[in-house]
């Protein structure tokens, strides 16, 4: 009988495995890379299935806490599900706060160990998107009007909170011959409506805006439109 045991060993210990050398169960189930991505403080957490997992019959579950709290708090809309991403937006919006999430595995009767994000904060973190840009002719000018993006959080009145409420931003805004295909920086500065003059007519133009950071140094990608002189 000892060579059946032996047997059964052998099979139970390559399943577990699934054939990916000498990695214990509940590791290879481990979710990985678990981080977040943050955009105008939309704060998703995401991660990638664990290297023993095939398909999409794995559940996961997350957790998330504020650093310096000892309890982990569980995210009950994400608890139990099979997609890669959980939305912590909430849970994350004291801006300056640095947070943890974590992520673990369930599935055929196993489960994972936890796998824990690096200290996240959103305010050092997220990535701003480029300035809504509306542009108006006036006898022969642009006039350029910039909005910096909303945030998903409201203030007590229910209106919308901009993104200037939590940082100083320059914005920056060329325009681009078409013909010449020859880039001009033609303002730079904290006012959100510019004008543009002494264009040549019946010339096609292109202007696009950027916003800059100044205390973190970063720019966001940049927002155009392109118009025609009459």
């Given at each position: 009988?000892?060579p059946k045991?032996c047997?059964?060993?052998?099979l139970?210990?390559f399943?577990?495995?699934?054939?990916?050398g000498?990695?214990?169960a509940?590791?290879s189930?481990?979710?990985r890379k678990v981080e977040f991505?943050?955009?105008?403080?939309?704060?998703?957490?995401?991660?990638?299935p664990?290297r023993?997992l095939r398909?999409?019959s794995?559940i996961y579950?997350?957790?998330y806490?504020?650093?310096?709290?000892?309890?982990?708090?569980?995210?009950?809309d994400?608890?139990?599900i099979?997609?890669l991403?959980?939305?912590?937006?909430?849970?994350?919006?004291?801006?300056?706060?640095?947070?943890?999430?974590?992520?673990r595995t369930?599935?055929?009767?196993s489960?994972?160990?936890?796998?824990?994000?690096?200290?996240?904060?959103?305010?050092?973190?997220t990535k701003i998107?480029?300035?809504v840009?509306?542009?108006?002719?006036?006898?022969?000018?642009?006039?350029?009007i910039?909005?910096?993006?909303n945030?998903?959080?409201?203030?007590?009145?229910?209106?919308n909170?901009?993104?200037?409420?939590?940082?100083?931003?320059?914005?920056?805004?060329?325009i681009i011959n078409n013909?010449?295909?020859k880039?001009q920086?033609?303002?730079?500065?904290?006012?959100?409506?510019v004008?543009?003059?002494?264009?040549?007519?019946?010339s096609?133009?292109c202007?696009?805006a950027e916003?800059?950071?100044?205390?973190?140094?970063r720019r966001?990608?940049?927002?155009?439109?392109c118009?025609?002189?009459?």
């Amino acid at each position: 009988m000892r060579p059946k045991h032996c047997f059964l060993g052998f099979l139970v210990s390559f399943f577990l495995t699934d054939g990916i050398g000498t990695w214990p169960a509940h590791e290879s189930l481990k979710p990985r890379k678990v981080e977040f991505q943050s955009r105008n403080f939309h704060n998703i957490l995401r991660w990638e299935p664990g290297r023993a997992l095939r398909g999409n019959s794995s559940i996961y579950f997350v957790q998330y806490k504020r650093y310096g709290q000892r309890q982990w708090k569980n995210k009950e809309d994400c608890w139990g599900i099979q997609e890669l991403f959980c939305d912590l937006t909430n849970e994350t919006s004291d801006i300056q706060e640095p947070y943890y999430g974590r992520v673990r595995t369930a599935t055929g009767g196993s489960h994972s160990g936890w796998s824990m994000t690096q200290r996240f904060i959103p305010w050092w973190e997220t990535k701003i998107d480029p300035p809504v840009m509306n542009i108006t002719q006036v006898n022969g000018s642009l006039l350029v009007i910039l909005h910096a993006p909303n945030l998903p959080y409201r203030d007590q009145k229910g209106k919308n909170i901009s993104i200037e409420n939590y940082y100083d931003l320059i914005y920056r805004v060329f325009i681009i011959n078409n013909s010449l295909e020859k880039e001009q920086k033609v303002y730079e500065g904290d006012h959100r409506v510019v004008e543009i003059k002494a264009l040549a007519p019946h010339s096609g133009y292109c202007v696009v805006a950027e916003m800059y950071q100044p205390m973190l140094d970063r720019r966001s990608p940049r927002s155009g439109e392109c118009v025609g002189i009459p």
